[in-house]
């Protein structure tokens, strides 16, 4: 056997060995009370806030300064020539208007909806308009600053 191939014998052992044979595993009524799972050494996920939390109230406050910083780099842009993109803002009142009621309008439905225990969803508006507010801030900055902006 020392001239065949090393993992020969091994492959042989295999082939040749008996199959065992299948019996029921039955666990003791003392084994399933006591079955714990281990513990995860993993630090804890993400985890949404369901009360007023640090991260919910400052969500709120991002709201209205995104809104704030599109609506400053809006007339920023249109001091230096540009115009507006949404012919619906065109004029200055309703600018002011949308930038004012559009986010106080989220944020009161969204305290709502977090005090009827629907926090995640409340949280994805809030953080859904920022972004949109905070995109809108940065194409304008874009704008003025002469920097091409990609599609």
């Known amino acids: 056997m020392s001239n065949l191939p090393s993992g020969f014998a091994m492959l042989l052992f295999l082939v040749a060995a ?28 993400v985890s949404i806030p369901t009360d007023n939390s640090p991260i919910f109230e400052f969500s709120g406050v991002g709201l209205f300064a995104a809104s704030a910083a599109d609506f400053a780099t809006t007339e920023w842009g249109l001091s230096r ?3 507006e993109g949404n012919p619906v803002a065109s004029q200055r009142g309703v600018r002011l208007l949308h930038h004012v009621v559009g986010p106080a309008a989220v944020y009161w439905t969204t305290e709502r909806l977090q005090r009827s225990g629907k926090t995640e969803l409340a949280l994805g508006l809030r953080i859904a308009l920022m972004a949109a507010y905070s995109y809108a801030a940065i194409h304008n900055l874009h704008q003025v600053n002469g920097v091409p902006v990609s599609p």
């Open 18 to 45: 008996e199959p065992e044979q299948e019996r029921r595993i039955q666990p003791t009524q003392d084994e399933i009370e006591s079955f714990a799972l281990p513990p995860t050494n993993r630090p804890a996920g």
């Open 81 to 83: 020539g540009f115009q």
